[in-house]
């Protein structure tokens, strides 16, 4: 845990393939603080159904139905009141729209006002050139036992051919370019809201994830602190 430093509330964005998971474990394991996934509820969620919330979210997922904001709102209502975000918390996967974002924040002042954690929350987005994500998703070719390279930065020594164990490596089907470019436009239409909003807000940071994952860790921290000493 580093130091006295209070990370608060902190939503970590980036593109599939810029290595937003890796980095929300590397500040987890450093502020001691948890990450706050709406997958992860949502699944508590249809185990559990111990709310009438989550009760809905069942039933409604269980039809192959969407489940409404105001259910996943509540839903992340309740666990954001639980002991373990009093130091902050790493959101994924939430807010995912503008609506869900202006949620969040009447939230944190009008319901978290005794919590103790006050602080708004701050968004950094993981930046990477879209050449550079389309080779590490399109690169990747895995093997039988599991192992990951990259064509581009990362091949076998042996073309289509695992080193290790010698099986033939396979692309897996999401990792073409048509879906690719796919998730990348879902992705852009849902995040460009809710990256205004919180630059208007004078809440947000870019850091440049080319750089070593070290690097980027670094320089998310960095953005961190000066987000919380404006």
Not at 30 to 53: F, V
Not at 95 to 104: D, E, S
């Amino acid at each position: 845990m580093a130091g006295d430093f209070l990370p608060g509330p902190v939503l970590l964005l980036g593109a599939p393939g810029v290595g937003k998971g890796t980095q929300a474990k590397r500040l987890m394991a450093k502020y001691g603080i948890p990450q706050i996934s709406t997958g992860d509820i949502l699944r508590a969620a249809r185990n559990e159904a111990h709310t009438p919330e989550s009760r809905e979210a069942k039933r409604l997922m269980d039809q192959g139905l969407l489940v409404p904001d105001e259910i996943v709102n509540q839903l992340v209502a309740d666990r954001l009141c639980e002991p373990d975000t009093s130091r902050g918390y790493i959101l994924d996967g939430f807010p995912r729209t503008l609506p869900q974002a202006n949620w969040l924040d009447e939230h944190l002042v009008s319901e978290c006002a005794g919590h103790a954690l006050p602080a708004p929350v701050v968004a950094i987005s993981i930046v990477v050139e879209y050449k550079h994500l389309l080779q590490r998703i399109t690169g990747r070719r895995i093997s039988q036992s599991g192992r990951i390279y990259n064509i581009y930065f990362d091949p076998p020594k042996v073309e289509g051919v695992c080193d290790d164990d010698g099986s033939p490596l396979v692309q897996r089907p999401d990792d073409t370019e048509p879906v690719f470019a796919e998730r990348m436009r879902t992705f852009q239409e849902l995040t460009a809201p809710v990256v205004e909003h919180y630059h208007s807000l004078g809440r947000f940071e870019e850091v440049n994830g080319d750089q070593s994952v070290e690097a980027v860790t670094a320089a998310i921290d960095a953005a961190l602190h000066r987000l919380r000493s404006a």
